[in-house]
């Protein structure tokens, strides 16, 4: 077992990036917290394991259907792009890639009428306008890869 010291100021957003990175890369034993008045910052401490599992995925993560096994070819290509900018998004903001879309909601918004936009990804259930203002726009680039050219409304810009 190994230890590792983090100091988390506020609004300190490298520092935050720096330990959600280290925390997706070990195996967490335990962590423990306290507040420095002084410093006006949380103190981390956390032990851990170095090491992943063999394939790098957790169990459950083995165990898992394949969510979009319901889905046409066709749509099962836009799936997977729209898979692949929220894993872009995701490692862009240090976040775990469900913290952006599930993958109920990707497969959700796969079904949705290209093409995209912000409004129309707001409605899909469990995603609301915070989620769909923050990293929808992102996802207009799936049908603009397709050929399409966004309008006003699904304009990111």
Request: proline share 4%.
């Amino acid at each position: 077992m190994q230890y590792r010291r983090f100091t988390l100021a506020s609004a300190d957003e490298a520092a935050e990036r720096e330990l959600n990175s280290f925390l997706r890369g070990h195996r967490i034993l335990d962590v423990q917290s306290a507040y420095d008045q002084r410093q006006s910052a949380w103190m981390l401490l956390v032990s851990f394991i170095d090491g992943q599992l063999s394939d790098g995925a957790s169990p459950a993560r083995r165990n898992r259907e394949d969510p979009a096994k319901d889905l046409s070819p066709e749509l099962k290509v836009r799936y997977e792009k729209l898979a692949a900018i929220r894993r872009e998004m995701a490692r862009r903001d240090a976040i775990a890639a469900f913290h952006v879309f599930t993958n109920a909601e990707l497969v959700s918004i796969a079904q949705l009428e290209p093409p995209l936009t912000v409004k129309a990804i707001a409605s899909v259930s469990g995603v609301g306008e915070k989620r769909a203002e923050q990293y929808g726009g992102e996802l207009l680039r799936v049908d603009n890869e397709e050929g399409g050219e966004p309008d006003g409304e699904n304009c990111p810009f």
